[in-house]
């Protein structure tokens, strides 16, 4: 028998060993390499995350504040948008967090209550990973039928990182909600 040239990419043919692998060398490389990879992507897919949830947050209330002055244009009435105690009732007087969610209604006698005939439209629950909203001095946002707020304001929105990255949604009189990155201050 002759000697025959191993195949051309498996230069360990043919010889006593024949098996192919990883060296250890080779493996602790790429152990490096992939631990190095980590290391940069996931802070900045932990950002990601955080900018994200604060973004979708910030819709929430925009969309539950235009869906409030819509409907007040709509129904002819008064449509008030208040911080939630629970799925039926706006927190006490004088609370300005609107951490736990809010709540959308048909607010007929304009007071500070969900009376009877008294619809509720929409329920916000409570917001996630610890993220704060707070208001300057408004437990609610009550639009007129002619979609006035007739009050200014401004939301704070923040999350553990601070008054830098949390999001400011303001209110103007003319009832037009409008926001940006960065607040004034974080609770």
């Known amino acids: 028998m002759e000697n025959t040239p191993p ?39 932990i950002t990601f995350v955080q900018n994200s949830r604060l973004v979708g947050q910030t819709n929430d209330l925009v969309t539950a504040l235009n869906y409030a002055r819509s409907e007040a244009i709509k129904r002819g009435v008064r449509v008030s948008v208040c911080s939630r105690l629970n799925n039926t009732t706006c ?10 969610g809010w709540l959308v209604f048909v ?44 009050n200014a304001d401004t939301f704070r929105l923040c999350d553990n990182r601070g008054t830098a990255s949390g999001r400011a949604i303001a209110i103007s009189l003319q009832g037009r909600v409008s926001t940006s990155t960065g607040t004034t201050a974080c609770p």
């Open 91 to 100: 927190s006490g007087a004088g609370v300005f967090n609107w951490d736990a």
């Open 107 to 150: 607010n007929l006698n304009n007071n500070e209550v969900i009376d009877a005939g008294e619809m509720v439209l929409q329920v916000r629950q409570p917001l996630e990973n610890g993220n704060t909203l707070r208001t300057t001095g408004r437990q609610r946002v009550t639009y007129q039928n002619s979609g006035f707020s007739g």
């Open 7 to 45: 195949l051309l990419g498996n230069p360990k043919v043919g010889t006593s060993r024949g098996q192919m692998g990883f060296t250890l060398i080779e493996l602790l490389i790429t152990i490096v390499i992939l631990a190095i990879l980590l290391a940069i992507a996931v802070p900045n897919f």
